[in-house]
């Protein structure tokens, strides 16, 4: 959005009202009224430590510092969705792990049942 000219107010504005949690929208409501006084983004931002690290409130600041926030903020955005794209691959690995190890113990009960039963 920045990179279409778009002020910083008014994608902060967008961003809010598509926020899908509440909660979010609570927290980018309170950054947009901290920036439209006149407080910086990044400074906003750390008021925030639960939803904002310091990693990406210090590249934050390292955008307004050196005038590349437009820059930094498309890189904070590929770490995020390479972060997000990891964690959802490692659900599915976990998923299917749990998988294998219920087949597995499911193939040993039946062969173990069926083992001792003819037994007896």
């Given amino acids: 959005m920045i990179k ?6 008014e994608a902060l504005e967008v961003l809010r009202d598509e926020a ?3 909660n979010f929208r609570n927290i980018l409501n309170n ?3 901290r920036v439209s006084e006149g407080e910086s983004l990044s400074k906003s931002l750390e008021r925030h430590p639960k939803v904002f690290n310091k990693f990406f409130t210090s590249v934050v600041k390292t955008g307004e510092e050196s005038g590349t926030l437009e820059e930094n903020l498309e890189y ?3 770490s995020l969705e390479s972060e997000n794209s990891l964690k959802k691959k490692d659900v599915i690995s976990l998923n299917l792990s749990a998988i294998h190890y219920f087949c597995d113990f499911i193939y040993r009960f039946s062969v ?3 083992r001792f039963t003819k037994t007896f």
Avoid: Q, R, V
């Fill in 20 to 22: 899908l949690s509440k």
């Fill in 112 to 114: 173990d049942h069926f």
């Fill in 31 to 33: 950054i947009l009224e």
């Fill in 4 to 9: 279409s000219g778009m002020p910083l107010s």
């Fill in 76 to 78: 904070l955005n590929s």
